[in-house]
T-cell receptor
């Protein structure tokens, strides 16, 4: 059972363009939604995260949009740069008990120069 | 501050061999995790620990064992290696129970079973 569905699987964007990655979740008990960024040969690193009490969170060129009623959230990368080329994972967890993260399958982003 | 350190970085095993993947963290984090990452499949949780002496199964625990005798170390044991265990293994840690504390990942162990 895949509790967090991520799309697209891969994405090519021109330098300066907007990259958009979408995720949908099933478990309404989830209340913490992070995005992780992974470069080749490295472990994932937290990029940005959101809680369902807000609809949008922005940090620099990275923005999370959250739609609680649709159970969807997305990552927008504005002014995409070649250095943003990486694999991006969305995830979700409950903020109770011994919470563990459920990850999406990942999106490989390539920003062409 | 080294963060989360995993050894070895690469390993090739024969079917039926056993090995231990090492993970240590120097951040005094209580929670530690083991994931496996397969191409196009994201990260799957194998085991996790919420403190020394306490471990629990994740989504894909079969074929693996863990122990947590100290706060710093969380080794993952493969007893009878199988080709299906060919994967990249990541160890992660975070301070405690509050979910918005980020997980810190090591750089992984790339394991091939032939």
């Amino acid at each position: 059972q895949q509790q967090v569905k991520q799309s697209p699987q891969s994405l090519i964007v021109q330098k300066g363009g907007i990259s958009i990655i979408n995720c949908a979740y099933e478990n309404t008990a989830f209340d913490y939604f992070p995005w992780y960024q992974q470069f080749p040969g490295k472990g994932p690193a937290l990029l940005i995260a959101i809680r369902p009490d807000v609809s949008e969170k922005k940090e620099g060129r990275f923005t999370i949009s959250f739609n609680k009623s649709a159970k969807q959230f997305s990552l927008h990368i504005m002014d995409s740069q070649p250095g943003d080329s990486a694999t991006y994972f969305c995830a979700a967890s409950r903020d109770s008990g011994y919470s563990t993260l459920t990850f999406g399958k990942g999106t490989m982003l390539l920003v062409s120069p | 501050n080294a963060g989360v350190t995993q050894t070895p970085k690469f390993r090739i095993l024969k079917i039926g061999q056993s090995m231990t993947l090492q993970c240590t963290q120097d951040m005094n984090h209580n929670y530690m995790y083991w994931y496996r990452q397969d191409p196009g499949m994201g990260l799957k949780l194998i085991y996790y620990s919420v403190g020394a002496g306490i471990t629990d199964k994740g989504e894909v625990p079969n074929g693996y064992n863990v122990s947590r005798s100290t706060t710093e170390d969380f080794p993952l044991r493969l007893e009878l290696a199988a080709p299906s265990q060919t994967s990249v293994y990541f160890c992660a840690s975070r301070p405690g129970q509050i979910s918005n504390q980020p997980q810190h990942f090591g750089d992984g162990t790339r394991l091939s079973i032939l």
